[in-house]
């Protein structure tokens, strides 16, 4: 019997660079992406990826899957109105109603965004306005996941896991400027 990381079940990751820090993809064994993580640095991308995933085995990837999921995110972050998930398979691991939010997140498009409230009430739960904001926190799949489209009723912007500065720039990208809409509207 092998060691852990010679087992085929290790799960792979890569990472590469982008405007907005390092980003780490995190795949399956049947190349499905677990996760999608924003970082300042690489070690801290792994270190995100350990603390979200304990149990599973991870092995840095130079090619394949995660490379392919790594470079479709760097894609929708450089042209964000053209580029999409692409034939990327998401499989984020979380409870029915964050699987709710999530799949409302990715109903999304480019430019638009959504309060915590208009969200939860898209997602049936008009209440549970804090239920979907930890249900965007927890989303472990940054960027094609949109949870950064989500803002405060007031325009406000903060609660975003990968920090308040980079939510602005992938909103900025789209065209999107709190509390006015898209750019050149003046609501």
């Not at 085929?8 to 990751?13: K, P, Y």
């Not at 992938?170 to 509390?179: A, D, H, N, Q």
Request: glycine fraction near 12%; include cysteine.
């Amino acid at each position: 019997m092998g060691s852990l990381k010679d087992r085929e079940d290790v799960l792979t990751f890569a990472q590469a660079r982008s405007p907005l820090g390092w980003v780490l993809a995190a795949v399956g064994v049947g190349g499905e992406v677990r996760a999608v993580f924003l970082s300042g640095t690489r070690r801290e991308g792994v270190d995100a990826l350990r603390e979200r995933f304990p149990r599973e085995a991870w092995r840095e990837a130079g090619i394949g899957p995660a490379t392919a999921a790594v470079d479709q995110v760097l894609r929708v972050m450089a042209e964000p109105a053209t580029a999409t998930a692409g034939g990327l398979r998401l499989a984020p691991v979380g409870t029915p109603f964050q699987q709710r939010v999530w799949s409302e997140l990715r109903a999304l498009r480019c430019g638009e965004s959504v309060t915590y409230a208009e969200l939860a009430r898209r997602a049936g739960c008009p209440r549970a306005v804090r239920a979907v904001a930890q249900a965007c926190g927890a989303n472990p799949i940054a960027v094609l996941i949109p949870c950064h489209r989500v803002i405060a009723t007031n325009g406000a912007l903060f609660g975003y896991r990968w920090g308040v500065a980079r939510k602005q720039a992938l909103l900025e990208r789209e065209g999107v400027f709190p509390g006015r809409g898209r750019r050149g509207k003046t609501d």
